[in-house]
């Protein structure tokens, strides 16, 4: 699960990567760009269409997702194979894209994009549904560090593909990313759908079954039987005037504004970190301080991404969520403070040459800053918003998360042209500040989630468990946990934030 699943990482992270080299091809120039004199390039407007639009499609995608993935005869297993071929179809249409129809390249992303929207919402939904609680951050984080796998390819090929003089120095490109997509839709077939999901549609047994081999255990251990008991538990609250339950309750079901809101942000946050900053524009930025061949400082910053993100596995379980992303967006904003220092006032001088060491250092802090990002907020954000949900609302929730995520994401592939244009390295200054923004949300409201089940992070929410205290939290048992847990839904009911079905399940518990 955790390699193959992952390959909806790769998707992602390839399509990323490809786009960055398409901008500096010559031959994808030749056929696409709107300014042909003297030279071929692209305006800003459609530089951002064909690179942002991908995005628009993944906001559409991440939304719609939630209502097929809990259908009973979908679910989340042929959800992710239903996503694949979609993905097929929008590279298809790129592929197909020709001289001057640039829109057919745009209009192909954004099907592609809604593709990887989807699976957005269900790579990291499945890893969590049905991963063991010690290891499920490291397992989560899988599908950022595929992502930068998936970025890093993109890069490697197009390096490999860019001194062709046709269209296959694009198509080629392209042509292999049929590759992730096929791999991913037929390796999840061979998996079982994901347990809780099973034990939601009366599948007991099969849920069972499902838990005991991704723990890989008998199906009587100890572990299992107390999973069961968790879901039947959880199941039996939220079944309580289920029938009267409208769509909106995923806002008003208790602490799921709260949760919500935050899950957005934390994706939100992961965007304004500045990370695309350089996937997207990655060549294109840095050929602009001087460096000859910028194929080969992606090529760098891929391959920084990918080896830093291997520490992030350990660090998500090893020093927990809230630690790690606090300290690491601290670190992400310094090291844009100095690029943006350094490319605003050192790069070029007056007489419009390129200061060469300016530029070196540049890239230094680049990959500083990509080190920081590749083992902290790339993939712990994902986890983050995988755990922090109850099952019933956990698609919908995720897809609102996964939205944010894109919505942010297409902001800064649109007008990231245009701002550097405007206003050229200061831009990193923008990112610095969000970068600080983002360490005083995690630290004050992100419970800490580290080694505790998905039940159990719910009854945290649900206890309002102080953050800054929650990562020394114990679980009552018993009827202790009951016990609290009744007197948090009196209190939601008191306050006219529960449906009528809350208030009956409490009397009923008294």
Not at 65 to 91: D, E, L, Q
Not at 122 to 138: D, F, K, L, W
Not at 408 to 417: D, Q
């Amino acid at each position: 699960m955790c390699i193959l699943v992952s390959m909806g990482g790769i998707c992602f992270g390839y399509d990323t990567g490809q786009i960055s080299g398409f901008l500096e091809m010559e031959n994808f120039l030749y056929n696409f760009a709107d300014t042909r004199d003297p030279e071929y390039e692209f305006s800003w407007r459609r530089s951002g269409l064909i690179v942002g639009m991908l995005s628009i499609g993944t906001l559409f995608g991440a939304l719609v997702s939630a209502p097929i993935a809990n259908h009973r005869r979908i679910g989340r297993k042929y959800s992710i194979c239903g996503w694949c071929i979609v993905f097929i179809i929008g590279n298809i249409i790129q592929i197909a894209s020709t001289y001057p129809r640039w829109y057919e390249m745009m209009i192909g992303r954004i099907i592609s994009g809604f593709s990887i929207g989807g699976l957005s919402v269900m790579v990291p939904m499945y890893q969590g549904e049905s991963s063991p609680a010690h290891i499920r951050g490291a397992i989560v984080c899988c599908y950022q560090l595929f992502i930068t796998i998936g970025i890093l390819l993109a890069n490697l090929i197009n390096f490999g593909t860019e001194g062709i003089h046709n269209t296959a120095s694009w198509r080629i490109v392209l042509g292999i990313g049929f590759l992730w997509a096929i791999i991913l839709g037929l390796g999840i077939l061979c998996f079982p759908e994901s347990p809780r999901f099973d034990y939601r549609h009366g599948k007991h047994d099969q849920a069972r079954k499902s838990i005991a081999a991704f723990h890989g255990v008998d199906g009587n251990h100890r572990v299992v039987n107390d999973t069961m008991k968790d879901l039947a538990k959880k199941l039996q609250e939220e079944e309580v005037g289920a029938e009267d339950r409208k769509w909106s309750e995923v806002f008003t079901g208790p602490r799921m504004r709260y949760r919500i809101l935050l899950g957005m942000a934390i994706q939100m946050f992961q965007q304004l970190t500045g990370m695309n900053y350089f996937m997207y524009y990655g060549t294109t930025i840095f050929a602009s301080v001087g460096i000859q061949n910028s194929f080969v400082t992606q090529i760098i910053l891929g391959a920084v991404n990918v080896v830093c993100t291997f520490p992030g596995l350990y660090m998500v379980e090893k020093f927990g969520r809230r630690k790690c992303l606090t300290i690491g967006a601290l670190w992400m904003s310094a090291c844009f403070l100095v690029f943006a220092s350094m490319g605003q006032f050192k790069l070029g001088d007056p007489e419009g040459e390129t200061n060469q060491t300016a530029g070196y250092v540049m890239i230094v802090f680049a990959c500083l800053f990509i080190a920081a990002f590749a083992s902290t907020w790339g993939p712990m954000a994902w986890a983050c918003v995988a755990e922090m949900y109850p099952g019933r609302y956990r698609s919908q929730a995720i897809s609102y998360c996964s939205a944010s995520n894109w919505f942010w994401n297409f902001y800064l592939a649109f007008f990231t042209p245009l701002i550097t244009d405007k206003i050229r390295f200061a831009y990193g200054y923008v990112f610095a500040a969000c970068n600080l923004v983002a360490a005083l949300i995690v630290y004050f409201f992100l419970i800490e989630s580290n080694g505790k089940s998905l039940e159990e992070i719910d009854t945290m929410y649900l206890l309002h468990v102080p953050p800054r205290k929650s990562s020394g939290w114990v679980a009552p048992e018993g009827e202790d946990l009951v016990t609290a847990e009744r007197v948090m839904r009196e209190k939601q009911g008191k306050k006219g934030s529960q449906q009528e079905g809350e208030d009956t399940f409490v009397e009923n518990r008294d």
